[in-house]
């Protein structure tokens, strides 16, 4: 698990230096990793459904980089959930971010990405699927569970989306 803001990558190049034989060069970058805080609603299940998206730079998360409030059709709320995921990576592949970590109360969508547990239903195996085809686009992407209240700002960004309807 990552614990600080920062992703340090190294990348060493060899140089072959004709005076001493072998040079050996390092840079380092430091990536910004980037919170993402998901949540999935429905009024009923299948209902009314709605996906709701925060994104911190900071780990005080008080810099929001972008949220998303969306209305999504009738869907159930593990699709709701899973949409949710979806459409905070297709952000952060937009906004070519690098290094993420994914915040949802939905247990089961954080088992499942993490390989603990297998994808069965054919409409969720397709979102994840997508999702699945952008792992390569960062450089660390990882799925944390947390408790519902330390997901709030998500919670109610998905509960706004449904009060518009």
């Known amino acids: 698990m990552v614990n600080t803001d ?10 072959a230096c004709y005076d001493t034989g072998f040079c050996n060069f390092s840079f380092y970058l430091y990536i910004i990793l980037i ?18 998206v925060v994104a911190y730079r900071d780990k005080e998360e008080k810099e929001i ?25 297709q952000k952060c592949k937009e906004l070519s971010e690098k290094s993420v970590t994914v915040h949802l109360d939905s247990e089961l969508v954080v088992r ?16 994840k699927q997508k999702i699945d085809s952008f792992k ?8 944390i569970h947390v408790p519902r209240e330390k997901n709030k700002m998500a919670d109610k ?3 706004q989306a449904l009060d518009k309807k």
């Open 6 to 15: 920062y992703l340090l990558v190294s990348i060493i190049i060899g140089i």
């Open 35 to 52: 919170r993402i805080y998901c949540d999935g609603a429905s009024r009923g299940n299948p209902g009314p459904a709605s996906i709701g």
């Open 65 to 89: 980089i972008f949220t998303i409030s969306e209305a999504i059709g009738r869907e159930t709320n593990n699709v709701a959930e899973w949409t949710a995921l979806l459409f905070a990576l």
């Open 112 to 127: 499942q990405m993490q390989g603990v547990y297998k994808t069965k239903n054919p409409d969720l195996l397709k979102i």
């Open 136 to 143: 390569t686009d960062f450089l660390s992407l990882e799925f």
């Open 157 to 159: 960004l998905a509960n």
